[in-house]
């Protein structure tokens, strides 16, 4: 697990910057570590406070894709430093909360900073989203946010996640999805630019991302109805520049700095030529 961990070199980047108790990177990524969401993107300033709270709509957004209300158990999946399990446990009560990661220093600092409201629980576990430590039928929701593309594999992430909930129980994630007329390209651009992507953000193979069509034949294949399908692609534009930004200031000086802030500009231009989207999906299992 360690190995698979240190691939991830963005948190490795933020860890040692909250080690440093760097506050810009503490205020933008302390808690949630994805993308921000604005109604419009005019709206964005580019400050640090600004994307904070983008940040926080984010999680709001999947709260509802995956119809949360109160008196629920719900798994997070790749929780990161607990940002989207706080939102809950700020926003609804009865609730049980599990949040899942392969990395422990991760689930470190969100046991520090996520503590129970006064009518909930809060649990954080190591596991593999592919292989959880959960029995059958345990949950009501379950949510990946920003993080699918990280699991060894989206088909037995479903697997895994359908087993556990309830009958009748949500998925919802967030993930990057190019337009089907890219796929006959992917190869090109795996072999061009696959090790920038990888040394940023570790495993996220481009030949293996999902279309929205993938998406939808998955959800067949694995027992699921599509309830939700949202393009939220122009919401979260403003995200690009302001984390290249803290990157670039969290980062040690030198080629690997260069290459994160590459990679980041080449995301943002596939994302506004809209060959690249950023969907908001919820399953009803």
């Known amino acids: 697990m360690l190995e698979q961990t240190n691939r991830l070199r963005y948190f490795n980047i933020f860890l040692d910057s909250i080690e440093r108790q760097d506050k810009e990177v503490i205020e ?14 005019n709206l964005a300033d580019g400050s640090v406070e600004d994307f904070r709270r983008a940040a926080e709509e984010l999680s709001i957004k999947m709260c509802e894709a995956g119809r949360i209300r109160d008196n629920q158990k719900v798994l997070d999946v790749g929780c990161g430093f607990g940002g989207t399990i706080a939102t809950i446990n700020n926003r609804y009560k009865y609730m049980d909360l599990v949040g899942v990661n392969i ?51 989206r088909e037995l992430f479903f697997k895994e996640a359908k087993r556990v909930l309830k009958p009748g129980g949500c998925l919802a994630l967030c993930d990057f999805t190019p337009v089907d007329m890219v796929m006959p390209w992917v190869g090109v651009l795996e072999l061009l630019f696959g090790g920038l992507f ?21 959800a067949e294949e694995t027992g699921y109805r599509v309830l939700q ?41 596939i994302s506004r030529q809209g060959l690249l989207r950023y969907m908001i999906f919820s399953f009803k299992t």
Request: hydrophobic share 35%; charged share 20%; proline share 5%.
């Open 28 to 41: 933008a990524f302390g808690h949630h570590v994805h993308w921000g969401y604005w109604d419009s993107n």
């Open 103 to 153: 990395d422990e220093r991760q689930l470190s600092r969100a046991r520090q900073i996520v503590k129970p409201a006064e009518t909930n629980k809060v649990e954080f576990v190591e596991a593999d989203a592919c292989k959880l430590p959960f029995e059958n039928s345990s949950f009501d929701v379950v949510l990946a946010v920003e993080c699918i593309f990280h699991f060894p594999s």
């Open 229 to 269: 399908e949202h393009d939220i692609t122009v919401n979260t534009l403003p995200s690009y520049l302001i984390t290249r930004q803290l990157m670039r200031k969290a980062s040690p000086p030198g080629l690997s700095a260069e290459l994160d802030s590459v990679v980041n500009q080449i995301m943002e231009w």
């Open 198 to 218: 990888a040394s940023a953000y570790g495993q996220s193979n481009l030949r293996y991302n999902y279309t929205l069509s993938n998406y939808q034949k998955l």
